[in-house]
């Protein structure tokens, strides 16, 4: 059950009918503001429609302007991130994308996890994960 009071955004977090398979992973990352400096973060789970990754202190401190709550529904926030999706980052397993921050969470004194949704990710780069998820289909 969905509590009532929660806007469409928490809605959308606690849903457990999301639109987009997900996988276990643990994969490097790089994450920070558009235009801004990037740090290494961890991606912990994977789908076509954005990721969750775990990062410290410093990497959240990067990525949220001082006037946004970095805990729970986070709303306006936008980052970049790159990943490879092969162990020897091979250039065309790289994925870069713009991404809205959907939820963050502490779980530790310096560590947090962070949820992300994709937002301008190309059709090659769609297609990459849904082949490295196993969701594509070679007709």
Known sequence: M???N??????QHLRSDRQNF???VQIPCQVGPPGGETSVALILDLSCGGVKFSCNQQVVNNLFPEDKAPLGVVLDVFINMQFSL?????PDSLIKTGARVVHTERLAQDLFQVGVQF????QA????LQIFIGEGRLD
């Open 2 to 4: 969905i509590p009532v």
């Open 6 to 11: 929660l806007n469409n955004e928490a809605r």
């Open 22 to 24: 997900r996988v276990k």
């Open 86 to 90: 092969s162990e020897n980052d091979a």
């Open 119 to 122: 937002i301008d990710l190309t």
């Open 125 to 128: 780069a769609t297609e990459k």
